[in-house]
C-alpha cells in the first residue's frame, strides 16, 4: 500500500492566493523528505529537501521566499506556494527515503495538481 | 555534470510483444540506477533498481534492466507487455538515492 500520501490531490486558485500542499509519511518516521515539480509531459525536476526541525535545502533556481516549505514533524512537510500565479500551475510530488535503515530508495507520493487561474 | 537521456518520448508495442525502453546517463562513476514507472493518479512506483553487483536487475511485474557500463546504459526490459503496463516510464540516476535526477520519461501504449 501507500507509504507516502498527500493533500490534496488537485486544488485550483486564483492568482495571488497562497496554497498549502501536505505530504505525509504513514509508515516510517522521516526526517528527510523532497518536493518535486513536474511540467506536463515533462520530467521531475527536485525543488528543495525537507528536513524536519531544520531549514530547506533550495535547489539553485527555486525562489524560497516562494514555496515555502515546514517539516515540523517526523511524518509530515507541507509546501506552500505563496501569491500563486499561473506559471506556478504543475504537478507537485513530494517523496521520502525508504525507512527502517535504508536510504538507498525513494518513495514516491501520488502528486498534487494546482491550478492557479 | 550528470545527465540522463530517454530518447524514446512514446512506444507502442501490441499486446504480448516484448518490450526494451532506453536510458542512456552521462555520470562520472558508477551511479545509482533506477526505473519507476508512473500511472494517472498514483505514485511513481519503483519497478528496480541498480548500484553494484550482477548488472542484470530484475524488478517487479516482470521487468528486468542491464546495466552496460561500456554503454552507460540501463535498458529496461519486459518479454510479454499487458494492457495494464501503459504507462509513463523514467530512468533516473545519482550519486545516491536521495539525489537523483530523472530522465524525460517514456510513455508507453499498448495496442490491443
Known amino acids: 500500500g501507500a507509504v507516502v500520501s498527500q493533500h490534496p490531490s488537485r486544488v485550483i486558485c486564483k492568482s495571488g492566493t497562497s496554497v498549502k500542499i501536505e505530504c505525509r509519511s504513514l509508515?516510517?518516521?522521516?526526517?528527510?523528505m523532497f518536493w518535486y515539480r513536474q511540467f506536463p509531459k515533462q520530467s521531475l525536476m527536485l525543488m528543495a529537501t525537507s528536513n524536519e526541525g531544520s531549514k530547506a535545502t533550495y535547489e539553485q533556481g527555486v525562489e524560497k521566499d516562494k514555496f515555502l516549505i515546514n517539516h515540523a514533524s517526523l511524518t509530515l512537510s507541507t509546501l506552500t506556494v505563496t501569491s500563486a500565479h499561473p506559471e506556478d500551475s504543475s504537478f507537485y510530488i513530494c517523496?521520502?527515503?525508504?525507512?527502517?535503515?535504508?536510504?538507498?530508495?525513494?518513495?514516491f507520493g501520488p502528486g498534487t495538481r494546482l491550478t492557479v487561474l | 555534470a550528470q545527465s540522463v537521456t530517454q530518447p524514446d518520448i512514446h512506444i507502442t508495442v501490441s499486446e504480448g510483444a516484448s518490450l526494451e525502453l532506453r536510458c542512456n546517463y552521462s555520470?562520472?562513476?558508477?551511479?545509482?540506477l533506477f526505473w519507476y514507472v508512473q500511472s494517472p493518479g498514483q505514485g511513481l512506483q519503483l519497478l528496480l533498481k541498480y548500484f553494484s553487483g550482477d548488472t542484470l536487475v530484475q524488478g517487479i511485474k516482470g521487468f528486468e534492466a542491464e546495466f552496460k557500463r561500456s554503454q552507460s546504459s540501463f535498458n529496461l526490459r519486459k518479454p510479454s507487455v499487458h494492457w495494464s503496463d501503459a504507462a509513463e516510464y523514467f530512468c533516473a540516476v545519482g550519486a545516491s538515492a536521495s539525489k537523483i535526477i530523472f530522465g524525460s520519461g517514456t510513455r508507453l501504449s499498448i495496442r490491443p
Open positions: 517523496s521520502r527515503l525508504a525507512g527502517g535503515g535504508s536510504t538507498d530508495t525513494q518513495y
Open positions: 555520470y562520472g562513476a558508477t551511479p545509482y
Open positions: 509508515d516510517f518516521q522521516a526526517t528527510t
